[in-house]
């Protein structure tokens, strides 16, 4: 007989007698989920390939946001193209910071520790150093683009709604004191489970972190789960508020059609600004939404203590959301990439034309019909 020691669910560890079968049993069951664990979810190679191309489009987006500054710096739409660039150039940080240590334990085939119960059991008040960065770097990296699009949304509508108060509140000085105070917020946020309102802890299958939502939730995790989406789904409401003002009162300007030459540049270039912060809006929406909710469901149902029946099936879900979240840093360049003003007028062109061209050939084909059918009724008369 050999004496060893079992960890049971709730994490109380009783000593129990085995045989020799048996211990050779264990082990093997312990091995099999160790190497399940510690097993990638993907390849090194697709995760560097994905950090390769999102690097690219954030410096390709930046550059064009850079070139467009320095032509409208003294116009309106300066304050938007700094917002913008603050907002590309945050989201290639939150590209390459948290993406350089997920790749490295991908490389490192340490999809977590050797001992299943170390991080992801383990005291949540003490993770490991690159845990607690990587955790608190999703969080800010999370909040701040939406809290910018928020403020870029709020900025243009303020603008296009009453343009003569946004001309003497918004200046470029207290532009870059907003961005300050938006990085300032989102970093307060990210550094609450370091004064014990929450924690950061491993999550499914290892090679990530972020608020502890599976196990062990306490209530301080789920109030810092409900502030974090709280935050963000508020964000993207605002969003959605100002951008529908915007986007109702440029079309009511547009049918009126009483501006003049200069006034229909202006708001040529707010049709441009409104496009884009709905490509922004839209893109958020889809690739946040999914972490936001899974996360809240899985610390209300891990709180409750309804989650073990289920835990495989959100572990899934979370990895999911976490995917889709990370496609956000990739997708938001090509906003400033395609909706351009210079884009979309060739897009116009390209859709007018091809209308222009269905619609003579459809005109075509009704005069060919209709001289057919007079020709058939003279030689019917004829006869």
């Known amino acids: 007989m050999l004496a060893m020691q079992h960890y049971n669910s709730s994490g109380i560890i009783a000593p129990f007698a085995l045989t020799n079968h048996t211990t050779m049993v264990q082990v093997s069951v312990i091995e099999a989920v160790t190497h399940n664990v510690t097993r990638p979810s993907k390849s090194p190679i697709a995760a560097g390939l994905t950090m390769t191309l999102g690097i690219i489009f954030n410096v390709v987006a930046l550059l064009i946001l850079a070139k467009a500054y320095n032509r409208f710096r003294r116009r309106s739409k300066a304050t938007f193209l700094l917002f913008a660039s603050s907002l590309v150039a945050t989201d290639l940080a939150g590209h390459v910071i948290p993406g350089s240590l997920v790749l490295r334990r991908y490389t490192a085939g340490t999809g977590s520790p050797i001992d299943p119960t170390a991080n992801l059991r383990g005291d949540p008040a003490n993770p490991d150093a690159s845990c ?13 683009p939406l809290f910018l699009g928020c403020a870029m949304a709020a900025e243009r509508c303020l603008g296009i709604t009453k343009p003569l108060l946004h001309a003497q509140l ?140 289920d835990k495989d099936t959100y572990r899934g879900l979370m990895v999911t959301g976490v995917r889709m979240a990370t496609c956000n840093q990739i997708l938001d360049p090509w906003v400033y990439i395609l909706l351009r003003r210079a884009i979309l007028r060739k897009i116009y062109r390209i859709t007018k034309r091809k209308a222009s061209l269905k619609g003579s050939m459809f005109r075509s084909a009704r005069w060919d019909l209709s001289s057919f059918e007079n020709s058939e009724k003279k030689n019917v008369t004829k006869i």
């Open 132 to 144: 607690l960065f990587l955790g608190g770097c999703m969080v800010f990296f999370g909040l701040c």
């Open 170 to 309: 918004v200046t470029t000085a207290r532009t870059k004191t907003a961005l300050t105070l938006i990085w300032l917020l989102a970093l307060c946020v990210a550094f609450l489970p370091f004064f014990s309102l929450g924690a950061y802890t491993y999550q499914h299958p290892g090679t990530w972190c972020f608020i502890r939502v599976m196990e062990d939730t306490k209530a301080t995790d789920l109030a810092f789960v409900m502030l974090f989406s709280g935050l963000a789904l508020s964000s993207l409401a605002v969003a959605f508020v100002c951008n529908t003002i915007s986007g109702i009162t440029l079309v009511r300007a547009r049918l009126k059609k009483r501006s003049c030459s200069q006034r229909l540049s202006a708001r040529s270039h707010d049709t441009e600004m409104v496009v884009q912060l709905v490509g922004i809006m839209v893109t958020s929406c889809i690739c946040w939404s999914p972490l936001l909710v899974f996360g809240l469901m899985s610390a209300t149902r891990s709180y409750s203590g309804t989650l073990s029946s």
